[in-house]
C-alpha cells in the first residue's frame, strides 16, 4: 500500500524540478538578451565610441608620399612569401600591390590615406556603422581602432576617433579571361584586407 504514496511523491518532485531549471533557462536567456541589447544601444553614443588609446598613431595617419608598407612588410602582414608580394603603384603614397596567393591566383591590395581632414566625420561614420545591421564594424586586435567594411565593395576603414584621416584598405580582383574565385578565396580575400589593417596598426603603435 505504500507504493503508491511513494510513487506520488517521487513524481512531485520531478515536476517542482522541471520547473526550477525551466525558471532558470528563462532567467539566463533574459539576461543574455538585456546584455545583448545593452551592447546594440550603447553603441554609438558620444560616451562609448572612444576607445582606449594604446598608441600614438600620428605617422600611420599622416599623409606621405611613401607607401605605408613596404612589399616585404605586407608579405609578413599576409603570411606570404616576399616573392609573392610586388609593388604595382605608388600616387603620392596611394599604393598598390599585386599578391600572388598559394593557390595561384593573384589579387591586389591597396593601401591609401583618405583625407577628411575631419574627426567629427570619423565619429559619424562609426556611429553610422554601428546602427546598420548591413555594415560590418569590428575593434583592431589592439583594441583601439574601429575597422569598418564596404557592404558591396569590400573595403576597410581604419577609423580612429582621434584622427581625421582614416586608411583605406582595398582590393581588386580583375581577370575577365580567368576563373572566377571560389567562396573560400573571397574568403581569403577578405581575411587578407583585416591582415593588412591590424598589421598597420601594430606597425605604426608607438
Request: proline content about 3%; aromatic content about 10%.
Amino acid at each position: 500500500m505504500k507504493t503508491p504514496h511513494i510513487f506520488i511523491l517521487f513524481f512531485t518532485v520531478l515536476v517542482l524540478s522541471a520547473c526550477g531549471n525551466s525558471k532558470k533557462k528563462e532567467e539566463t536567456t533574459s539576461t543574455s538578451d538585456t546584455a545583448e541589447k545593452k551592447v546594440k544601444t550603447t553603441h554609438g553614443t558620444d560616451n562609448t565610441i572612444q576607445l582606449k588609446q594604446h598608441g600614438d598613431y600620428t605617422q600611420l595617419y599622416a599623409a606621405s608620399e611613401d607607401c605605408k608598407l613596404t612589399t616585404s612588410q605586407l608579405a609578413e602582414a599576409l603570411g606570404y612569401g616576399a616573392d609573392q608580394v610586388q609593388e604595382q603603384s605608388n600616387y603620392q603614397g596611394s599604393c598598390w600591390f599585386k599578391v600572388t596567393h598559394p593557390d595561384n591566383f593573384t589579387v591586389n591590395y591597396g593601401i591609401s590615406l583618405e583625407k577628411w581632414g575631419d574627426t567629427n566625420i570619423v565619429e559619424d561614420q562609426i556611429k553610422s556603422g554601428l546602427k546598420n545591421e548591413m555594415i560590418e564594424v569590428s575593434i583592431s586586435e589592439s583594441g583601439d581602432t574601429y575597422i569598418k567594411r564596404h557592404p558591396v565593395q569590400g573595403f576597410l576603414l581604419l577609423l580612429n576617433t582621434n584622427y581625421g584621416n582614416p586608411i583605406k584598405v582595398s582590393y581588386s580582383y580583375l581577370n575577365p579571361n580567368g576563373p572566377k574565385l571560389t567562396d573560400s578565396q573571397r574568403d581569403e580575400q577578405k581575411k587578407n584586407t583585416y591582415k593588412i589593417a591590424n598589421y598597420l596598426i601594430n606597425h605604426y603603435q608607438n
